[in-house]
C-alpha cells in the first residue's frame, strides 16, 4: 500500500499553518502560513485551508486542528474566531451562531475530496510529542491556552481550562495569552506560566507534562530550571508533526 500521507493544518487566533507529513512525521514540504482572517465565519476558514491545501503537495488525509471545543469533528464552541477583529476584541452574536455545532470535520471532507480528522489545536499537538505511558498532559502556549490529557496514550475528554477563572474574573486565556505577554515582557509573564503549572499540577497529577505553542520558547531559563523535572519544552511544529498519529489515539 502507498504511504499516507497527511496534510496537517493547525489553526490558531493569529495564524493558520499547513504542511504535509509522512508517515514518520517529516515535513515534506516547507510549512504554509497565512493571517488568521476577520471577522472569520467557518466558510471562510474551510476556503482558508483549501487554499493552502492547494499550494503543497498531495496528501491523502487531512488532520486539523482547531481551538475550543471540538467533539467528534463538531466544533462546539471557539473561543477567538467568534470575534469581528481577533482575539479580545468584540463578540459577535451572527459569528456564536454561526460556529455553534458547524461540523467541520464534514465540510473539510467534502471540499478536499479527502479523509478528515478535526481536534482540539491542543490535542493534535500532544499526539505528536507524548511517550505514550502514563498520565501526559500538554499546555500549548500561543494567543491564549490551550491543553489535553492523554492516559497511556489515549485522548482523555477535552476539558476547556482555557475558559476556567485564574484570579480577578480573568480567564486563563485573560492571564496568561499573547496580550499579557506582550504587556508585561518575558520574565514576569513567564511567572505567570510557572504560577499555572502549580496550581494545575494537584488538579491533574500528571506523570509528564509538555509546554508547546509559538510562545513556550519565550520562557525564560530562570523559570524552567525551577518548574518541574516532569515538565518538557516541545518545539511549536508539533502541532503538526501530530496529525499523523491523531489518527491512531
Known sequence: MAEE???AVDCGG????????????TLIAPARRTPTPYPLPPELLVKTVVDLAAALPPAT???MGVPGMIRHGVVI???HYITRDGPRSKVLPELVEAWA?????????DALGLPTVVLNDAEVAGAGVITGTGLEMIITLGTGLGNAVFDGGVLSP?????????RWGLTYDDYIGEHERLRLGDGH????????????RPMYLWDRLFLGGGNSKRITASTLSR?????VVVPNDAGLIGGVRSWEL
Open 5 to 7: 500521507m497527511t496534510l
Open 14 to 25: 493569529g495564524g493558520i499553518k499547513a504542511s504535509v507529513v509522512d508517515g514518520r512525521g
Open 61 to 63: 488525509r487531512v488532520t
Open 77 to 79: 464552541t471557539t473561543p
Open 101 to 109: 455545532h458547524f461540523d467541520m470535520r464534514r465540510e473539510i471532507r
Open 158 to 166: 477535552h476539558v476547556e481550562v482555557s475558559q476556567g477563572f485564574v
Open 189 to 200: 509573564w513567564s511567572r505567570r506560566v510557572r504560577r499555572i503549572v502549580e496550581g494545575l
Open 227 to 231: 518548574i518541574g523535572d516532569e515538565i
